[in-house]
């Protein structure tokens, strides 16, 4: 896989970039968090026009067809900027998800709304006991004359609130199946995240769905297909969060002054500013390493490739805000500056699509194979 941008992505990127700059400013995101439930329909709308929420989709269906390499350049600068639209639930593992398992008739109807931004998806997979384990599911699908019939609780939707349906797992036969249900068939209660996203659960009370609802009876598979694109984009997002917050950083100990000389300039504080760095590359390290597993055909080795990505990235993560939130001092704590959102973000980076204890375990697995 080459990583060098190619033009058409360095455009793409320069325009993420520009409109980051200049619409979707600090302020602009913290009203969207705080005012319009993390979700603002004009943002997502030029987005799509921007060709974000297309990207991945195939041309068939209205997209463009990209690949996992431009999907990173995408989620760098969105990460950079603490985008709070869909675009990883919806665009990414959701777009993945109808793409490589659903049917035909699904394919059409929702690829070209997907991509046009018309439409957002959630995938509605953890349950209160299933601790990011896709298979644990205890939500059943029965068969009726109409279609099924579905009954469950889910939780931690990632912006369920602003789905127009959702990718459910649920038990058909005693194995792990995929659902297209729509947003009626559930009672979904929304809250916010730390890290001025949103979530929510839902419950299905015996959720009447038509025949052609179901996506797979390998749900699992088609499960893990989006799960993986996930991690992938989140990885990346990461990396450009912290590429991000240390630039900020490194802004404020060049104009911060104790004593009547810049902070910048004591070398102590130049130290840690370089293990930021380093543990910034080693992320965008990782934010590759995460995009080439998706060419993988190994399952094995991109489950190693995927899990080692996402731990690494996560440490990473963590590191970079707890220290750019030390070398800000007192003003790191406030809620006035930018530096909180970086450091809260970049904390959920850990616990998103699995953890590091969950990963470890599925990095041991895969190696074991």
């Given at each position: 896989?080459?990583?060098?941008?190619?033009?058409?992505?360095?455009?793409?990127?320069?325009?993420?970039h520009r409109f980051i700059d200049t619409t979707y400013t600090f302020g602009v995101r913290r009203g969207i968090a705080r005012e319009s439930g993390g979700f603002d329909r004009d943002i997502w709308a030029t987005l799509a026009e921007m060709g974000v929420t297309g990207l991945t989709v195939p041309a068939d269906f209205g997209g463009f067809g990209e690949g996992p390499a431009s999907?990173?350049?995408?989620?760098?600068?969105?990460?950079?900027?603490?985008?709070?639209?869909?675009?990883?639930?919806?665009?990414?593992?959701?777009?993945?998800?109808?793409?490589?398992?659903?049917?035909?008739?699904?394919?059409?109807?929702?690829?070209?709304?997907?991509?046009?931004?018309?439409?957002?998806?959630?995938?509605?997979?953890?349950?209160?006991?299933?601790?990011?384990?896709?298979?644990?599911?205890?939500?059943?699908?029965?068969?009726?004359?109409?279609?099924?019939?579905?009954?469950?609780?889910?939780?931690?939707?990632?912006?369920?609130?602003?789905?127009?349906?959702?990718?459910?797992?649920?038990?058909l036969d005693g194995e792990v199946a995929l659902f297209l249900a729509p947003r009626e068939a559930a009672t979904v209660i929304a809250y916010p995240t730390i890290d001025g996203m949103r979530g929510a659960d839902l419950r299905f009370d015996g959720a009447r769905l038509p025949a052609e609802a179901l996506v797979s009876i390998d749900g699992l598979?088609?499960?893990?297909?989006?799960?993986?694109?996930?991690?992938?984009?989140?990885?990346?997002?990461?990396?450009?969060?912290?590429?991000?917050?240390?630039?900020?950083?490194?802004?404020?100990?060049?104009?911060?002054?104790?004593?009547?000389?810049?902070?910048?300039?004591?070398?102590?504080?130049?130290?840690?500013?370089?293990?930021?760095?380093?543990?910034?590359?080693l992320a965008l390290s990782m934010a590759y390493v995460a995009a080439q597993a998706m060419d993988e055909s190994d399952p094995a080795a991109r489950q190693r490739m995927l899990s080692g990505a996402k731990i690494t990235t996560a440490r990473a993560a963590r590191f970079v805000g707890q220290q750019a939130v030390q070398l800000h001092g007192g003003m790191g704590m406030t809620d006035e500056l930018e530096v909180g959102d970086y450091f809260k973000f970049l904390t959920m980076t850990d616990v998103l699509l699995g953890d590091t204890d969950f990963h470890m375990e599925r990095y041991g697995a895969a190696m074991a194979v």
């Open positions: 896989m080459d990583f060098n941008y190619s033009e058409e992505q360095r455009m793409l990127a320069d325009s993420l999907q990173l350049v995408v989620q760098r600068e969105l990460g950079r900027g603490l985008v709070l639209e869909p675009v990883n639930p919806s665009a990414v593992m959701a777009t993945a998800i109808l793409a490589g398992h659903g049917t035909a008739a699904q394919r059409a109807k929702w690829l070209p709304a997907l991509a046009s931004g018309e439409r957002v998806l959630a995938i509605a997979y953890l349950e209160p006991e299933s601790r990011y384990r896709p298979e644990a599911v205890q939500a059943t699908a029965r068969r009726s004359d109409h279609g099924y019939v579905l009954d469950g609780v889910k939780s931690l939707a990632w912006h369920g609130d602003a789905a127009h349906a959702f990718l459910v797992s649920a038990r598979a088609a499960l893990q297909h989006g799960l993986d694109h996930g991690i992938a984009a989140q990885c990346a997002a990461a990396a450009g969060a912290m590429e991000r917050l240390i630039e900020i950083t490194a802004e404020y100990l060049r104009t911060r002054r104790q004593f009547g000389v810049a902070l910048a300039t004591l070398q102590a504080l130049q130290h840690r500013m370089a293990d930021m760095l380093v543990q910034k590359e």
